[in-house]
């Protein structure tokens, strides 16, 4: 996985501005309503390096009269368009005019709209253009310069050769005026390519836009990045699947005050393409874990990964512990985290009456009881009460939980809908919580000990332009590549004789949970086929069902949950289609992907759905 020298194309680093074609472009119409309104005049100017390479101008039948108002601003009446040619008519010639060059207009959204509902109605097809707007621009560079960014109030004060009088191509005229005094503007700042003033029109900080000249030489490519002070320390390490774009929205575009800072004691940027997204992934984590970046938040204390231990003593509990040891008689593990494993030791002693105290007890049974036992919650063997032999068959069942979890789910389950049906929702909702839990617990350590025990693993995934593959010994990444589409085994074996991979040795550390989880999510995506392994690769068969629905329900509340976060705080919603339930599934599992989680017992009713 030894990073490679790459050479990149000119054309990747941007194009000078000097050198792009701008189509700069003003439309009148009868109307503000794209779908509803038409087009009546187009004026188009086609510029590059400031001369200007041809002019169009034509007036467009509307259909219909054109209104009063509209007249009155503009001018156009009916007669100027009564002989003038329909839209199907100039949709070609002005699609031939605005050919590959940049889309240049005032207010751009506007005239983009109008051209998309005319080639939408003319069947053109569609029109993506790389656009620049003038207002935005303006907006950044002139904002405490002028009172409005009106084209009128813009082209006065940039003191340009033609004035707006709200006709097309009078309009078009000078907002190529407008546009070369704003380039000559952002010039001051830095901006050399056309790149350059669409990250400007995004920046918010000058001074950190005047910065970007250290990445000017990113890649296009996935890959792993390093921002580094003046004594080369590493400040913060990250990864992109384009590390052109990414690194670019550091100077000026993100308004955090940490990126801010981070920006300012930045001194060099440097960045390591890989061939694969799962490459670049484990590079960042395998760096933060070796330099402890200062604004790295995530992934910077390995070490705060815990197990859950079952302690090897005459009355066993559950305890929290690092790393497992003599004195235990199971454990699970490694959790990311105090916070999970706690929520997985409250599951079990829902399910189980383990004792919860921490004393260590004689197997004499001549302990004091505590209040515990007078509130009903544990079975206090330490007095007595409980006996030995019955408190032994408790700690048989949470060792058996540990192999077939379908008696720890079903008791869970069962204890949060009869919270349900009682009215303890909040309760129920509590239950619900360590039920997904203790099945995402089972499950990734399941997950990670069945392919920690493979000694090598190769698996090829195709994506839409290529097939990825990934060579995996003892859970962790050896290497990546990417091959053509649908390569065959052959194809692969032979690219896997010349990889450069690393050896990966011994069995995986509580370090490498992390890259674990990550070879694990990348393993679980559609696609995928084992092209060769070493070893057996290979899940418990106990348990699995109700576990898998389990974790499943977790994943899709949790999206659920997402969703109406983001109505909620008023962000855009995409919603992704739910898989149908497995022909297994419970009842209460079908209502709850059915849409009808409302009446799950445990959940509150969500009206947001209903609402949107």
């Known amino acids: ?46 510029v590059r390096g400031g001369d200007v390479l041809g002019e169009l101008r034509t007036f467009v039948h509307p259909g219909r009269p054109i209104p009063p108002a509209v007249t009155a601003v503009t001018g156009i009446t009916d007669a100027m368009v009564r002989d003038a040619p329909p839209v199907t008519t100039v949709v070609p010639v002005l699609r031939e005019f605005l050919g590959d060059a940049v889309f240049v207009a005032h207010n751009a959204r506007f005239d983009l709209s109008f051209l998309r509902a005319a080639w939408a109605d003319t069947g053109a097809g569609g029109y993506n253009p790389v656009v620049v707007d003038t207002a935005r621009l303006a907006r ?49 700042l830095g901006a050399v390519t056309l790149e350059d003033l669409r990250d400007l029109s995004r920046s918010t900080s000058d001074k950190a836009f005047r910065r970007i000249d250290l990445v000017r030489d990113a890649p296009a490519a996935c890959g792993v990045y390093r921002f580094l002070d003046a004594r080369d320390e590493v ?99 490694p959790l990311p985290s105090r916070a999970a494993a706690q929520q997985l030791v409250d599951a079990l002693q829902d399910a189980y009456p383990l004792r919860t105290c921490t004393p260590r007890l004689r197997r004499a049974q001549d302990h004091p009881a505590c209040v515990l036992k007078d509130l009903g919650r544990c079975g206090a063997p330490c007095d007595g009460t409980q006996s030995a032999a019955a408190y032994d068959r408790v700690v048989a069942e949470v060792e058996a939980a ?34 997904h839990a203790a099945a995402r617990a089972v499950h990734g350590s399941r997950a990670r000990a069945a392919l920690a025990a493979v000694d090598e693993l190769v698996v090829g995934i195709d994506t839409a332009d290529a097939c990825e593959v990934a060579v995996i010994r003892r859970g962790r990444l050896a290497g990546s590549g990417r091959l053509p589409r649908r390569s065959d085994d052959t194809t692969v074996v032979a690219w896997l004789r010349q990889a450069d991979l690393d050896a990966c040795s011994g069995p995986p550390s509580r370090d490498d949970a992390e890259e674990v989880a990550l070879v694990l999510g990348w393993l679980e995506r559609p696609g995928g086929r084992v092209v060769a392994a070493t070893g057996s690769w290979a899940l418990p068969v106990a348990g699995g069902a109700p576990l898998a629905d389990a974790v499943e329900e977790a994943r899709r509340l949790g999206r659920q949950l997402r969703r109406d976060r983001q109505v909620l705080e008023g962000a855009k919603v995409v919603r992704r289609a739910e898989p149908p339930p497995p022909a297994h599934a419970s009842e209460n599992q079908r209502l709850h992907a059915s849409g009808s989680s409302a009446r799950t017992p445990g959940s509150r009713p969500s009206q947001l759905s209903r609402t949107r």
């Open 402 to 435: 540990w192999d077939d979890p379908t008696d720890l789910l079903a008791r869970l389950r069962s204890r949060m809908l009869r919270y349900g049906r009682d009215g303890r929702f909040e309760r129920a909702g509590e239950v619900r919580a360590r039920l």
């Open 140 to 188: 950044r560079l002139l904002h405490d310069e002028v009172r409005n960014c009106r084209l009128e109030t813009l082209a006065r004060h940039l003191r340009a050769r033609t004035m707006p009088e709200h006709r097309a191509l009078a309009d078009a005229r000078a907002t190529v005026d407008v546009l070369h005094g704003l380039i000559e503007r952002a010039g001051t």
């Open 1 to 46: 996985m030894a990073a490679r020298a790459t050479q990149f194309g000119f054309e990747q680093l941007g194009m000078p501005l000097f050198d792009t074609t701008f189509v700069v472009l003003d439309l009148e119409t009868t109307g503000l309503q794209p779908g509803r309104d038409r087009i009546t005049e187009v004026g188009a100017v086609k």
């Open 235 to 333: 400040l913060y390490v990250g990864k992109a699947t384009d590390l052109r774009s990414r690194l670019r929205t550091y100077f000026g575009q993100d308004r955090r005050r940490r990126v801010a800072d981070l920006v300012r004691e930045t001194a060099r940027v440097s960045w390591s393409p890989t061939e694969t997204l799962l490459e670049a992934e484990v590079r960042e984590l395998r760096e933060i874990h070796a330099h402890r970046p200062r604004y790295n938040r995530r992934s910077t204390r390995p070490e705060a990964a815990v197990h859950v231990a079952l302690t090897r003593e005459a009355f066993p509990r559950l305890s929290v512990v690092r790393a497992p040891g003599s004195n235990h008689l199971r454990t699970l593990g």
